[in-house]
């Protein structure tokens, strides 16, 4: 059996060109979702961290309705973002749950440190727990900065 060459034509090779820069386009969008749902968990993981640190006795009523308030938003803006991918690049997907499951176990490593050393717990200002989350999402700063300078 016999295999055909293919010998496109000027304006063929030019129009699967321009196909193929529109696909590499539609990726590289899709790896800028996936920055942004990075950047959901952070804000929500960060606006929990303020409104604990900020709110007396570690939970007023109106920081529980923040906290949710914060929680929920973050989810429909991920679920959002997360809709919106058709596509996505091997690398962009690898960073994503790379930097998921870097946050996960540094986020358990940190607040074990903080509460085994007493740094956060009770009679402790609120403001270490803010400290404490702000160093645990460093991750997620990380990864999602990553995703920014990928093309």
């Known amino acids: 059996m016999a295999v055909e060459a293919f010998d496109p034509t000027r304006e063929q090779a030019a129009a699967a060109v321009a196909e193929a820069g529109h696909r590499a386009a539609q990726v590289h969008r899709a790896d800028r979702q996936l920055r942004w749902m990075l950047l959901a968990v952070l ?3 960060l606006v929990a961290a303020v409104t604990m640190s900020v709110s007396p006795h570690r939970g007023s009523p109106v ?3 923040v906290v949710v308030a914060a929680v929920l938003t973050g ?3 991920a679920v959002v973002a997360g809709l919106r991918i058709r596509a996505y690049s091997r690398a962009g997907i690898i960073t994503y749950f790379a930097t998921i499951i870097a946050f996960n176990v540094w986020s358990s490593v940190v607040t074990s440190i903080s509460i085994g050393t007493g740094f956060w717990g009770s009679g402790r ?3 270490d727990f803010g400290i404490t989350v702000g160093i645990a999402v460093l991750p997620l700063a990380v990864g999602a900065a990553l995703m920014g300078r990928r093309r």
Do not use: K
Request: aromatic share 16%; no cysteine; net charge neutral.
């Open 43 to 45: 804000a929500v993981y």
């Open 125 to 127: 200002p609120a403001y």
């Open 75 to 77: 989810l429909v803006l």
């Open 63 to 65: 920081g529980v309705i």
